[in-house]
């Protein structure tokens, strides 16, 4: 009989959380879903619970509470972040799909760690502000994560393919973002629909605006660099337009070991529901090499896009640092989508607010959010500077 596997989904509402029900809704024979989270969007979370018929579910507006609760009294239904921190913690989870957006999603993943889950790790700011404390929790409890981000799952599986001390470098590939090829000049005035476009990938706001920063790929060697433990050195960023290498690693031997495939988030969330299986699903798309004309391959133009610049720097100082560039990144992006600043200034919040900062340690979780709760007062006193 097959054992199916209980899930839980926090962030079912959003752009990996729904690619996870497609995922799950094409597999029932393997996956149920034990316990789902929303924030504002109670509306389609009704939706998913009459389809999904969840245990547990969580919701961050009273007002969302309230229907949720009246109208299926058997349900369990929680609040706001307790919530969220109740659902990562779940006895009767097998797995637990990280799929919040910021640095919400710290307790929630740190509950789950306690309790020894398999997380299925898709919320990247949770690992670059808070890497140092999960990587020591990793170290004492029998919890694991795999990645779902698409580089990082590619990088998973790459690794695969060799010992870690024959690892040469780490090469993670970015798309450009929906400006790539723009002057600072150019980038100047743009609005915020132009960069809520992504060439390849549809995704969540705030994920889409770091693309188009590359402040995106900036956490993601961050991420990296802790879920990998390769230092910072052996870490290279790869303009790749085309989104179909999603990554590789390079071995000592000059050996290289990529992960090839369509665009398409369920195939890493797929990967990290079943690993070290793999089982297939008629959701999932085979890349047809014919219709690719050509795979290409660039720097980053560091002058324009500093994303990846200070996420190097961030990383490199350490401790507290990294948690101040994903605060600052957060409350940037928030004052963009909000038409509070333009662009180019969420750069400047960034590196201020960097430069302000006296580093400490954040081997706990106080101290994380303590890095995190300064980083985004900071970075609101220096928008009102402007
Ligand atoms: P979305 O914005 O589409 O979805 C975010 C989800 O989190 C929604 O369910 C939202 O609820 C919920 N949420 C937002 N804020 C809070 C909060 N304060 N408390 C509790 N829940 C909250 O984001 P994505 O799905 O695009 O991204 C999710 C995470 O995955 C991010 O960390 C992103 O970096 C990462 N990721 C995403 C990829 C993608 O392709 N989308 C690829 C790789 C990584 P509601 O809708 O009800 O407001
Ligand atoms: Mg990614």
Known sequence: MINIKNITILGSTGSIGTSALE??????????????????NHKLLIEQIEEFKPEYVSIGTKVGYEEIITKYPDLEVYLGNEGLKKLGGLDKADIVLTAVSGAVGIEATIESIKKEKRIALANKETMVAAGDLINNMLKEYKAEIIPVDSEHSAIYQSLLGGKKNEVN????????????????????????????????????????????????KGLEVIEAHQLFNVSYDNIEVLVHPQSIIHSMVEFNDMSIIAQ????????????????????SNNVLKSLDFKTISNLTFDQVDNDVFKGVEYAYFAGRVGQSMPAVYNAANEIAVDEFINGNIKFLDIYRVIKDTMDKHIVHSVDSLEKVIKADTWARKEALRIIKTF
């Open 23 to 40: 995922v799950i809704r094409n597999k029932s024979s393997e996956f149920n879903v034990v316990a789902m989270s929303a924030h504002y």
């Open 260 to 279: 090839l495939g369509v665009p398409d988030m369920k195939v890493p969330i797929q990967y990290a529901f079943t690993y070290p299986n793999r089982i």
């Open 169 to 216: 470098k780490i090469i993670i590939t970015a798309s450009g973002g929906t400006f790539r090829g723009k002057t600072l000049k150019e980038l100047n005035n743009v609005k915020v629909e132009d960069a809520l476009k992504h060439p390849n990938w549809s995704m969540g706001k705030k994920i889409t605006v770091d693309s188009s920063t590359l402040c995106n």
